[in-house]
């Protein structure tokens, strides 16, 4: 390939990215034959518009959050548990809402709220809020880009986290051990743990088809989690072992079901 086909081999680059998941500036300076300090401007140019993300040495597929994906409409179980979730905030309430889509569905919610300050480790969460009527005092973690779970992790971070004091953690989980608590497959515990650490009330976001899920991480324990809100399909048994374990139970239900 010419070295002075700038389109071309951006473009070479964007599909050796999707076909591998990575690429790091050395490797393609030797593929491409030419030096790193050019593909640092390909990078750099094609972050611009908008079509990966640059991380240290190298690049990164677009984050899932960084991309509107209409074609996926938020569920009537999340949407109700977003609401119920709004409607324990308080107005110019100081708070905490972690990366994940059921949380994400509460910031449409979040408008009619005056002088709230949030905390969030998502860009989805934090390009949302730049929305809103009401807009929020916005405040980011700052950290690590982890592609996985699509969010800001690591020590800074953890610091940045325990600079602050917060009245509540909106948090998801993908799922919920009856016996243990929350659990998640993402191996990267230390942030969730922090928030829940520096807020005054954890609360819980999850449907009910979670509950029960078998997964090895366990992210908080019961004894760190004050409220927990799902939907109404939540079995008895369920509801009896979560509200025994002194946690505050909500089940939503959709909107067409509170009219009937």
């Not at 989805?124 to 009527?133: D, F, G, W």
């Not at 779970?149 to 610091?159: P, T």
């Not at 051990?177 to 659990?183: C, E, N, P």
């Not at 002194?246 to 509170?258: D, N």
Request: glycine share 6%.
């Amino acid at each position: 390939m010419s070295k002075r086909n700038t389109p071309q081999r951006r473009h070479a680059i964007l599909a050796l990215l999707d076909e591998q998941g990575e690429v790091g500036v050395d490797q393609l300076a030797r593929r491409f034959e030419t030096s790193e300090v050019t593909i640092r401007k390909d990078l750099a140019a094609l972050e611009k518009n908008g079509l990966l993300l640059r991380r240290y040495g190298g690049a990164v597929p677009l984050p899932q959050e960084f991309i509107a994906d209409t074609s996926q409409p938020v569920s009537p179980w999340k949407q109700a548990i977003a609401r119920a979730a709004v409607g324990c905030i308080r107005e110019h309430a100081r708070i905490i809402i972690d990366s994940g889509t059921t949380t994400a569905a509460m910031i449409p919610q979040l408008g009619h709220k005056h002088g709230l300050v949030v905390m969030t480790n998502s860009l989805n969460v934090a390009t949302a809020l730049r929305e809103l009527e009401h807009e929020p005092v916005l405040l980011m973690t700052g950290g690590t880009w982890d592609p996985h779970s699509e969010s800001f992790q690591g020590q800074v971070a953890e610091q940045v986290l325990r600079s602050y004091d917060f009245d509540q953690l909106f948090i998801g989980a993908d799922g919920i051990d009856l016996a243990r608590g929350t659990t998640t497959f993402n191996e990267l515990l230390g942030l969730s743990r922090v928030m829940a650490e520096v807020a005054r009330e954890v609360i819980v976001l999850a449907e009910a088809d979670k509950v029960g899920r078998r997964i090895p991480n366990l992210e908080l324990p019961w004894s760190s989690i004050h409220t927990l809100i799902t939907d109404e399909r939540l079995s008895e048994e369920a509801r009896t072992s979560i509200q025994a374990r002194g946690v505050r139970l909500i089940c939503a239900a959709p909107e067409h079901q509170q009219e009937n």
